[in-house]
């Protein structure tokens, strides 16, 4: 099976410019959630897409939207990019089970750099 | 909200010795725990997780136990090598459907051959 894919892996972008983040699961992994990695935070939860729904957000601004398509693959948008917002964004996919909570696997990342 | 605290930040042992990461939560609700290690510039991958329902587990030479009464769950790796060197991230979750893993800060193992 292959694994979680993110593209780009690297992007920079200028403040004020926004950027869209790919991610494709698992192949039968409908749940894709989004995190954001910085040494001073760790890793953050952004939010999180199954059946093309987000059934959970992270506390973060208005900025940060996603979406998810009917194949499972979703993308993160952030507009009016901040110097802060530099950055690893890691999507984990993972098989949902009822209500059980099942391992989430991720991706490699897009490392975001804000200039 | 969810708060997971994770100590220590940086740990270094010597090859075979035996190394330990705690983390504390704050939602009693809490009832699966995760543990991820990261190597430099990969993924994070899981190493072993255990829900609410066990006090501890075992996967060779890692291990997890959980005190739900104090709330805090420790993670164990017995016999350490260099491969072992890593940051790992440990995390705690509510069970019912919906992801929202809650992350600590990370621990940064090394291992001295």
């Known amino acids: 099976k292959a694994g979680v894919t993110q593209t780009p892996r690297y992007l920079i972008k200028t403040r004020g410019q926004q950027v869209t983040l790919s991610c494709s699961p698992i192949s039968g992994h409908r749940s894709v959630s989004w995190y954001q990695q910085t040494p001073g935070q760790g890793l953050q939860f952004l939010f999180e897409y199954f059946s093309e729904t987000q059934r959970n957000k992270g506390n973060f601004p208005g900025r940060f939207s996603g979406r998810q398509f009917s194949n499972s693959r979703s993308e993160m948008n952030v507009s009016t990019l901040e110097l802060g917002d530099s950055a690893l964004y890691l999507c984990a996919s993972r098989e949902v089970r009822g209500s059980m909570n099942t391992e989430a696997f991720f991706g490699q990342g897009t490392r975001l750099t804000v200039v | 909200g969810e708060n997971v605290e994770q100590h220590p930040s940086t740990l270094s042992v010597q090859e075979g010795d035996s190394a330990v990461i705690k983390c504390t939560y704050s939602?009693?609700?809490?009832?699966?725990f995760p543990w991820y290690k990261q190597e430099l510039g990969k993924r994070p991958q899981l190493i072993i997780d255990i829900r609410s329902n066990v006090g501890e587990k075992k996967d060779q030479r890692i291990a997890v136990t959980l005190n739900k009464t104090a709330k805090h769950f420790s993670l164990h790796i017995t016999e350490t090598q260099p491969e072992d060197s890593a940051v790992y991230f440990c995390?705690?979750?509510?069970?019912?459907?919906?992801?929202?893993?809650?992350f600590g800060k990370g621990t940064k193992l090394t291992v001295n051959p």
């Open positions: 939602d009693s609700a809490s009832n699966y």
């Open positions: 995390a705690a979750s509510i069970q019912g459907g919906s992801e929202k893993l809650v």
